[in-house]
Nanobody, 123 residues
Framework: QLQLVESGGGLVQPGGSLRLSCAPS????????IGWFRQAPGKEREGVSC????????KYTDSVKGRFIISRDNAKNTVYLQMNSLKPEDTGVYYC????????????????WGQGTQVTVSS
């Protein structure tokens, strides 16, 4: 089973920053669009951002536009999510996922998932 591994989560104060990383175990990300999703307690998993295979297309959910930046380094086989100006409502488990298809914020389009990394924004 192909799997992704997320890292970089943690506890941060409101207004702070974190950078999440997503790397695969045993396969290359180059042929996949990558999405970042998050799930807060008691809520549905929602799409946060996504990036196409070569990075030319990026998308963001409205609540993170202007604060989060998704990028990928195919040479390092890693996708990043830079999160700035964090708010308490950004708290949740963040997952990355890989898709053979187009970059989208729709979770059912993704084929492989990581186990998630916890992000907590609190003073």
């Amino acid at each position: 089973q192909l799997q992704l591994v997320e890292s970089g989560g943690g506890l941060v104060q409101p207004g702070g920053s974190l950078r999440l990383s997503c790397a695969p175990s045993r396969f290359t990300l180059n042929n996949y669009a990558i999405g970042w999703f998050r799930q807060a307690p008691g809520k549905e998993r929602e799409g946060v951002s996504c990036i196409s295979t070569r990075g030319g297309i990026t998308k963001y959910t409205d609540s993170v536009k202007g604060r989060f930046i998704i990028s990928r380094d195919n040479a390092k086989n890693t996708v990043y999510l830079q999160m700035n100006s964090l708010k308490p409502e950004d708290t949740g488990v963040y997952y990355c996922a890989a898709s053979f298809g187009a970059a989208t914020l729709i979770k059912t389009s993704y084929d492989y998932w990581g186990q998630g990394t916890q992000v907590t924004v609190s003073s």
